[in-house]
């Protein structure tokens, strides 16, 4: 059995990418534009920076890019404060380790204060060890720091702790780290399924099987 556990919010314990992907669309819906298809999927791709530069000239509209970035950002928000639920299995698997005294921690590229909304909201958030934040250590889950910074503070070594990530760059990372990694399907990374698989150690479609998966580790 594993001794911690490290899981990615977005799209892995939380359903939210939908969100990221349909917030051009909602956020112009409200001005009375409607988004074709073919802009929501490019606009996704894009920070959100380059995001609404993208949508400001296309569609001439007067309010700065920040202005805009204030705008989109209302949106998610909202999502995350009022809305946002849980994949499924990930409530049943948290209170399980919490329950079983197996620490965890989260590694997002996500905002604190709208994951930290979310998951207090769910009734989740105090059984959290830590919360580490890409942005705000200056790194990305391109590179390990993040990973290896949250098993340090659970106390355990990388073979120790297991990984759980939806996105195949992350999944990549961890495991070349030398972390065990289980890879969680989400339908904004299904393009990637194949390689997720490949790359993981397991992978699941429902976290509410991963407690018997991590005591085979």
């Not at 911690?4 to 939908?18: E, N």
């Not at 112009?28 to 988004?35: D, Q, V, Y």
């Not at 290896?148 to 990372?173: I, N």
């Not at 429902?206 to 085979?216: F, G, M, P, V």
Request: aromatic share 10%.
């Amino acid at each position: 059995m594993i001794k911690a556990v490290i899981f990615d919010i977005d799209g892995t314990i939380l359903d939210s990418m939908p969100i990221w992907h349909d917030v051009s669309r909602l956020y112009l819906s409200r001005r009375g534009i409607e988004a074709p298809q073919e802009l929501v999927d490019r606009v996704f791709t894009m920070t959100l920076s380059e995001g609404c530069r993208y949508i400001k000239e296309i569609y001439s509209i007067p309010e700065s890019v920040e202005e805009l970035e204030e705008g989109v950002m209302s949106e998610i928000s909202g999502f995350y404060y009022n809305d946002a639920q849980f994949k499924p299995g990930a409530y049943e698997l948290l209170t399980s380790l919490h329950w079983d005294g197996i620490p965890f921690s989260a590694a997002t590229a996500g905002i604190r204060t709208t994951h930290e909304a979310a998951l207090s909201r769910l009734g989740v958030l105090d059984m959290f060890s830590e919360l580490l934040i890409c942005t705000e250590l200056g790194t990305s889950k391109r590179e390990p720091a993040i990973y290896l910074r949250a098993a340090k503070f659970l106390g355990a070594r990388p073979e120790e702790t297991c990984v759980f990530e939806d996105a195949l760059y992350a999944v990549k990372t961890a495991k070349s780290a030398g972390f065990h990694v289980i890879g969680v399907a989400d339908e904004a990374s299904a393009h990637e399924r194949g390689e997720i698989i490949s790359n993981s150690d397991a992978f699941i479609y429902d976290l509410s099987s991963a407690y018997n998966i991590l005591k085979e580790f």
